[in-house]
T-cell receptor, first 114, second 116 residues
Framework: DTAVSQTPKYLVTQMGNDKSIKCEQN?????MYWYKQDSKKFLKIMFS???????INETVPNRFSPKSPDKAHLNLHINSLELGDSAVYFC?????????????FGPGTRLTVT | AQTVTQSQPEMSVQEAETVTLSCTYD???????LFWYKQPPSRQMILVIR??????QNATENRFSVNFQKAAKSFSLKISDSQLGDTAMYFC?????????????FGQGTILTVHP
């Protein structure tokens, strides 16, 4: 059983395009996140959603728009893709309400912008 | 703001030996959590071990244990009986306590290679 899944795992696209990455968790968690891992492997949080409400937005450009249709899903839409958006994007989830703070990560989506 | 520093970009160890990965952090918080994550070449992020700051006892998970020194703000990971499958990048991470909604801060990572 996959706990946190992401689609697609690889995404190659051209500058200026719009693309989406989908994330689903079947752990029953109430909080979901998007992280970006750059070419130097540095991981940084982008967004955090709790019960479908945006909690953290870490000064991410407006071209990035997360959407949480329900507690189990958190999608990431990116408009007008730029070369600098090339990275691995990770979705994660945790159960904040039970003070279970471990975050479980999806397999990552490698985005390449050409 | 919190910072997490891993001063060892790369480490290597022979199979079956023990290795220790270092991590220091800076915070003014008294309540927080610390984690070690493993990222093998498959790129999946895997939780290895967690430590609550209010607990004095060091966390242990099978071959993995930590040395948590709260006053020194140090959180090292010891891997005993190293196995080839332990080859990965290891990240130390800090999480403020309370309702922080998961604002994990990661260190730069340490690449560990286990040699046969």
């Amino acid at each position: 059983d996959t706990a946190v899944s992401q689609t697609p795992k690889y995404l190659v696209t051209q500058m200026g395009n719009d693309k989406s990455i989908k994330c689903e968790q079947n752990l029953g968690h109430d909080t979901m996140y998007w992280y970006k891992q750059d070419s130097k492997k540095f991981l940084k949080i982008m967004f955090s959603y709790n019960n479908k409400e945006l909690i953290i937005n870490e000064t991410v450009p407006n071209r990035f728009s997360p959407k949480s249709p329900d507690k189990a899903h958190l999608n990431l839409h990116i408009n007008s893709l730029e070369l600098g958006d090339s990275a691995v994007y990770f979705c994660a989830s945790s159960q904040e309400s039970l003070a279970l703070y471990e975050q479980y990560f999806g397999p990552g989506t490698r985005l390449t912008v050409t | 703001a919190q910072t997490v520093t891993q001063s060892q970009p790369e480490m290597s160890v022979q199979e079956a030996e023990t290795v220790t990965l270092s991590c220091t952090y800076d915070t003014s918080e008294n309540n927080y959590y610390l984690f070690w994550y493993k990222q093998p070449p498959s790129r999946q992020m895997i939780l290895v071990i967690r430590q609550e700051a209010y607990k004095q006892q060091n966390a242990t998970e099978n071959r993995f244990s930590v040395n948590f020194q709260k006053a020194a703000k140090s959180f090292s990971l010891k891997i005993s009986d190293s196995q080839l499958g332990d080859t990965a990048m290891y990240f130390c991470a800090f999480l403020p306590g309370g309702t922080s909604y998961g604002k994990l801060t990661f260190g730069q990572g340490t690449i560990l290679t286990v040699h046969p």
